[in-house]
């Protein structure tokens, strides 16, 4: 798909760079905290997720970018991603680790991440799913199990983040589609955990 429109090339790169996975999960952590929390509770609650997950993810790719390492914050090369993927996958388990030291008991939802993006490290040897759209997607379920609305939207939402993927060249129709398979495969457990573990 051969999109040369200016405006819809601005458009697709504003949705891509806004909701790219880490700024999407933030926006979940926070409605969540919101939803569920006092301001001290979730304080408690996030300053981990910041400070274990979100911050060293952010730092681990912008350093890599500057060094050289990754052609781009997107880390579109899908060798590159391996590297990626390992730090990503090591961070969560050192929250999980840390959360259950803290209180003794399991994050499903960081636990689902992690897991969601094992298969992606693991489809990755074959084919470069799109990452934006698979952690969109497991976004989506998360804010399905708060708010069936909202999780409507921001999965219909996923799936024009998709579109704009493919639209800036960042990834192939299959890659999209391959991300998106793998994250409803993932959501469609955390949802029925939701149900049966969680509540």
């Known amino acids: 798909m051969e999109v040369k429109d200016p405006i819809i090339l601005s458009i697709s790169r504003f949705i891509s760079n806004f909701f790219n996975p880490l700024v999407s999960l933030v926006l979940y952590f926070f409605y969540y905290s919101y939803v569920n929390y006092s301001w001290e509770e979730a304080t408690k609650k996030f300053l981990p997720i910041l400070l274990l997950l979100i911050i060293p993810v952010g ?81 989506a379920a998360l804010f399905y199990a708060i708010s069936p609305v909202i999780g409507v939207g921001w999965f219909l939402l996923s799936v024009l983040i998709g579109v704009t993927r493919i639209i800036l060249k960042r990834h192939t129709s299959q890659e999209v589609l391959a991300g998106g398979v793998i994250a409803i495969f993932v959501s469609l457990i955390y949802l029925t955990m939701v149900k049966v573990i969680i509540f």
Do not use: P
């Not at 970018?65 to 990503?88: A, C, E, P, W």
């Open 59 to 139: 730092l681990w790719i912008y350093r890599n970018v500057k060094k050289g390492n990754y052609t781009n914050m997107d880390v579109s090369n899908r060798k590159q991603r391996h590297s990626l993927y390992v730090f990503i996958i090591l961070a969560t388990i050192v929250f999980l680790v840390v959360d259950y030291f803290i209180h003794r008991e399991i994050d499903w939802t960081v636990l689902m991440l992690c897991i969601l993006l094992m298969l992606m490290q693991g489809s990755n040897f074959f084919i470069k799913s799109s990452m934006h759209t698979s952690l969109n997607i497991y976004v």
